[in-house]
T-cell receptor, first 113, second 117 residues
């Protein structure tokens, strides 16, 4: 079975803190994604990566950065957390860049106070 | 440009009655289309996908969807709703971004299904 694991399910951080959200997939997928999900706004793409050390901006990259040092791991970084970054963050992966099935992790609920 | 519209933000059905969740898409290319389900505090789980083979696609848990190119629709149905079907459902289209060969996933805003006892 396909598995995308987000190590932190629930986090509470203070404004201005640096936050790391980690994601690991065990399917040797090329593509990995970070989305945020907010009520009424659906899923919005923050960043994606189609190869190690490669990254592409999504629709809402401001205030975020990412790191992909190994194929199976894709990290989302909030350099200085703000309250408007309180959200559910979803990591996902897909086999390649060809629009195949995308598989999701369980999500990370981040609250910034 | 590609887009996805889920026509209902909320749908309520009684247990044992049919479910219809509507999705329309717009794509300049032959799209791949997906339905995902999200239970509370969980990630998205694939229900089914269409990739230009049979237009009627069967998925998990008794769900199916029919691709209708002339109507640009991909509606999700189930003959008989179960309480465990209560969740949020997302219609998704994947389509290429320009000439790069990279595909983008476009998500609908979701339909929340409520199942009444």
């Amino acid at each position: 079975d396909v598995k995308v694991t987000q190590s932190s399910r629930y986090l509470v951080k203070r404004t201005g803190e640096k936050v790391f959200l980690e994601c690991v997939q065990d399917m040797d997928h090329e593509n990995m994604f970070w989305y945020r999900q907010d009520p009424g706004l659906g899923l919005r793409l923050i960043y994606f990566s189609y190869d190690v050390k490669m990254k592409e901006k999504g629709d809402i990259p401001e205030g975020y950065s990412v790191s992909r040092e190994k194929k199976e791991r894709f990290s989302l970084i909030l350099e200085s957390a703000s309250t408007n970054q309180t959200s559910m963050y979803l990591c996902a992966s897909s086999f390649d860049r060809g629009g195949n099935t995308i598989y999701f992790g369980e999500g990370s609920w981040l609250t910034v106070v | 440009a590609q887009s996805v519209t889920q026509l209902d933000s909320h749908v309520s059905v009684s247990e044992g009655t049919p479910v219809l969740l509507r999705c329309n898409y717009s794509s300049s290319y032959s799209p791949s289309l997906f339905w995902y389900v999200q239970h509370p505090n969980k990630g998205l789980q694939l229900l089914l996908k269409y990739t230009s083979a049979a237009t009627l696609v069967k998925g998990i848990n008794g769900f199916e969807a029919e691709f209708k190119k002339s109507e640009t629709s991909f509606h999700l149905t189930k003959p008989s709703a179960h309480m465990s079907d209560a969740a949020e459902y997302f219609c998704v289209v994947s389509a290429p971004i320009g000439a790069s060969g990279t595909y983008k996933y476009i998500f609908g805003t979701g339909t929340r299904l409520k199942v009444l006892a």
